[in-house]
């Protein structure tokens, strides 16, 4: 079900009028019940995939908090193989075959694994982060189990953040849907505002956009110059557009029935730099990936070429989390290689900026006579460590 559809509209209406008229000790189960719907109006047999990791996620949790030493660990090994497992065989399992076939061929031999004829699950990638987040969050004590089973089952599904996100983390989530959440004009008013706003961008700017990108993507050997960059500068807007979008929309939806889901875009086109930029953009998995893959990793507490290592696979993995296809992995290690000069080209900067303040400093002092006083030399050095001195 798409979110800029009839169907969604009534769809919300409906579950959103009985979510407020419904008893609050019921109304997750209709949330999780409408979830259910929600996500069986693409492919219903799919939601047996979402029932098959909610049920091993949902008991190694239990007994992750149960668990001590090597057997806790082991525990959450069984539990991130799991849900990688299902992703990698919807999602990538046809990518890897093809790649090995290549790789067989050019020695001369042939594959005989089978391809698979599957549809990818719409919104996998997404639930998958959001489960897995669950169970590392126990791991590190700082998320207790949940004992209700349908509290946690509706925490992998809440329809509004199901299908695209924002990958939500267990501490911000799994205690507002114990919460009663009273019908307050302001706040009703406030999430449809947003809801329209994401509509607006999705249907109105995305949608238009993409008229004259895919006309212009789908044959560029047809076009040159000006339009070729005007397709350029127009997708960039498509897709924050698009994207952004359906974030407002299920943030809005959510806030609706009283539910404050995380921020996942921060005018990301004003950054100055492109770390800045990932810092503004699809905000809940950079900080899935900084908080799970970057930081366990050594993050920027190892030495510059670690650090940058670091870096580097942290955003080549994004760009194969975002799609099996070689351009999507190009697209990551770009985005990582930028990173890194973007890093790289600050501490030099930073290092000017200090012989700019030096040669200043030196200058004024050798000019009042004053630079050899015993005072003066120890207030230039700590202004110069603070970095308090202007240019």
């Known amino acids: 079900m798409l979110f800029n559809s009839f169907h969604f509209l009534v769809f919300f209406i409906l579950i ?4 407020f008229a419904l008893n609050h000790k019921y109304r997750w189960a ?91 699950p719409i919104g996998l990638s997404f639930h998958t982060f959001q489960a897995m987040s669950y169970t590392i969050e126990i791991y590190r004590g700082k998320q207790l189990a949940e004992r209700h089973f349908g509290i946690y089952a509706l925490y992998v599904m809440f329809y509004p953040q199901l299908v695209a996100g924002p990958i939500e983390r267990p501490q911000n ?71 952004s979008g359906y974030s407002d929309l299920a943030i809005g939806a959510a806030k609706v029935m009283g539910f404050n889901l995380m921020k996942n875009f921060n005018r990301p086109y004003f950054s100055k730099t492109i770390s800045e930029f990932w810092k503004r953009w699809h905000i809940s998995l950079s900080t899935w990936f900084r908080d799970y893959l970057y930081i366990p990793l050594g993050g920027n507490r190892k030495a510059k070429y670690r650090w940058y290592y670091n870096l580097f696979i942290t955003f080549l993995i994004s760009g194969l989390w975002h799609g099996a296809n070689w351009t999507y992995i190009i697209w990551g290690s770009l985005h990582g290689s930028y990173l890194i000069i973007g890093l790289s080209a600050s501490i030099i900067r930073n290092r000017i ?35 308090q001195l202007a240019i």
């Open 16 to 19: 959103t009028t009985i979510y």
């Open 30 to 120: 209709l949330l999780l019940i409408s979830s259910c719907y929600f996500y069986m109006a693409f492919v219903p047999v799919y939601i047996l995939i979402l029932g098959f990791t909610i049920v091993i996620d949902y008991f190694a949790g239990i007994l992750i908090e149960r668990s001590v030493g090597k057997r806790r660990k082991s525990i959450l090994i069984i539990s991130l193989i799991s849900n990688i497992g299902v992703l990698v065989v919807f999602k990538y399992y046809n990518f890897i075959i093809e790649n090995f076939s290549h790789l067989l061929g050019s020695i001369g031999l042939n594959n005989h694994l089978p391809y698979l004829s599957i549809l990818l």
């Open 173 to 243: 989530i799994l205690h507002q849907f114990f919460e009663k959440h009273d019908f307050d004009y302001i706040r009703v008013t406030d999430g449809l505002k947003l809801m329209m706003w994401g509509l607006f961008k999705k249907v109105v700017i995305a949608d238009r956009l993409a008229l004259f990108v895919n006309q212009v993507y789908d044959s560029p050997t047809n076009y040159q110059g000006i339009p070729l960059i005007i397709a350029s500068v127009f997708f960039s807007f498509q897709i924050y557009c698009d994207f």
């Open 353 to 387: 900026k200090k012989m700019v303040m030096v040669q200043k400093i030196v200058g004024v002092f050798v000019k009042n006579n004053s630079y050899y006083s015993p005072v003066n030399q120890t207030r230039t050095l700590a202004l110069l460590e603070s970095n």
